[in-house]
């Protein structure tokens, strides 16, 4: 006997089910359900929502923001702050760029200072009736900078927490470097209007960040010119970065870089060039050989970097003061002089007429003074030799040695521990300085 489906007697809906060509068509539909269908239903409590839509421009449009107001019956969420933002007014602002500039560090977090705004924009976007203030400047190289937005809340505060808090800020900023603390401002005063500061060189048996530490500790100094020995031309890219991160901790400048040497190799000179933009310096010490000239005059043309010629005492190339006149005559305004005063006095010349007679063409001094007018002899601190140091500073200012020049204290003697006579050098130098400032 053969076995039957034993199947019970059943009503099936069978809905049509028509397939079509993806290709074909572009969209799709929903059939609608039957009268006697019983579709299941979403169970949605009823809630109100405030939506607030924020339209965002591109940054480096200056576009500001716009907000769009709540409808009427919207139920806006409240903070649990609201005690405190009805005391506080706050204004948007669009500050532009900022420049590169190390950041305040307060509780772990970098803040930047803002500058003030150009007059308001009638076209920016406005916020309880006050207009928001656009403000974009460039960096110091002229490239343009991250733009950001910050708000800015003024509170109602007592004029004693007022008081107490910017006492704490700015002793915070001093501690941090993030001011100018009253033994910077001190130590930037103490030559009148020169940038007096140091080559390096006299630190020459000291690695660079022990020589950089001496410098700020020690000296309390705020202008380097780098000789090879710290910082060659072969330094890799991420050396650079660090040694310039570190003299800008230590609110120290490297305004000189030297003594190189150039030649007939246009491709190596032009090493020097990019090694003395990647450092931001305009002043190049230099030892140029005669056939270098034509290489020289197209790279300070084409870098807007200042060529140096120092002159190394008796048997150099550049011995006596006719023979740097003579190398700069009829040169680019960018070629000029780095006056040694010691070689000078080495090789039995003026250095103070040397000042005179390149006048306009002096862009560095290496202020050292010597025992004796002779080719062998040794470092004294200056002013105990023949080095007449106020009239060094008589002429610098007669000849108006710019502040982009390179004034730089080198004394070589004691090259294990100098500091003590780097001291009393600096002390003659300040005392010098300050009388030419106030005659």
């Not at 039957?4 to 007697?9: I, M, S, V």
């Not at 190596?268 to 056939?291: E, K, L, Q, T, Y």
């Amino acid at each position: 006997m053969q076995n039957k489906a034993n199947f019970r007697k059943s009503q099936v809906d069978v809905t049509p089910l028509v397939i079509m060509n993806y290709e074909e068509k572009s969209d799709w539909t929903l059939g609608e359900n039957k009268p006697n269908s019983n579709p299941i239903k979403p169970n949605f409590r009823k809630a109100q929502m405030n939506v607030n839509s924020l339209i965002t421009k591109d940054y480096r449009k200056n576009d500001a923001f716009a907000v769009q107001k709540n409808k009427p019956n919207s139920n806006p969420i409240q903070s649990q702050s609201k005690p405190i933002l009805e005391r506080m007014n706050v204004n948007f602002c669009a500050t532009g760029y900022y420049e590169s500039k190390p950041a305040i560090r307060v509780a772990g977090k970098p803040t930047f200072a803002v500058r003030k705004g150009r007059p308001n924009n009638p076209n920016d976007a406005r916020l309880s009736g006050r207009s928001l203030p656009v403000s974009a400047w460039p960096s110091h190289d002229g490239q343009r900078r991250t733009e950001f937005r910050s708000m800015t809340i003024k509170m109602k505060i007592s004029r004693r927490r007022f008081l107490t808090s910017s006492a704490a800020g700015i002793a915070l900023m001093s501690l941090q470097g993030g001011c100018t603390s009253t033994q910077t401002t001190s130590s930037r005063g103490r030559f009148g209007p020169f940038r007096f500061g140091i080559q390096a060189h006299a630190l020459r048996n000291f690695p660079i960040d022990e020589a950089i530490r001496i410098i700020h500790d020690d000296l309390q100094l705020h202008w380097v010119e780098f000789s090879r020995k710290h910082l060659p031309v072969e330094a890799a890219a991420g050396e650079i970065r660090r040694v310039r991160a570190l003299l800008n901790r230590n609110d120290i400048t490297c305004n000189a870089l030297g003594v190189h040497r150039f030649t007939a190799n246009h491709d190596a000179n032009r090493r020097v060039f990019d090694f003395a933009r990647s450092m931001s310096v305009r002043n190049i010490s230099a030892n140029p050989s005669n056939d270098s000239f034509d290489s020289l005059e197209r790279l300070v043309a084409e870098y807007n970097i200042r060529i140096a010629i120092h002159n190394h005492g008796p048997g150099a190339s550049y011995d006596k003061v006719a023979d740097v006149t003579d190398a700069v005559k009829g040169r680019h305004p960018n070629i000029g002089a780095c006056v040694d005063t010691g070689h000078f006095i080495r090789s039995a010349e003026d250095p103070i007429e040397a000042i005179y007679r390149l006048k306009g063409r002096v862009f560095g001094l290496h202020v050292k003074d010597v025992a004796e007018q002779t080719k062998k002899t040794h470092d004294v601190i200056i002013g105990a030799g023949f080095l007449d140091v106020d009239a060094m500073f008589e002429a610098l200012k007669d000849v108006n040695f710019g502040a982009d020049g390179a004034l730089s204290l080198e004394f070589e003697g004691n090259p294990d521990d100098p500091v003590a006579e780097i001291k009393q050098c600096i002390a003659v130098a300040a005392e010098a300085a300050q009388k030419v400032a106030s005659s």
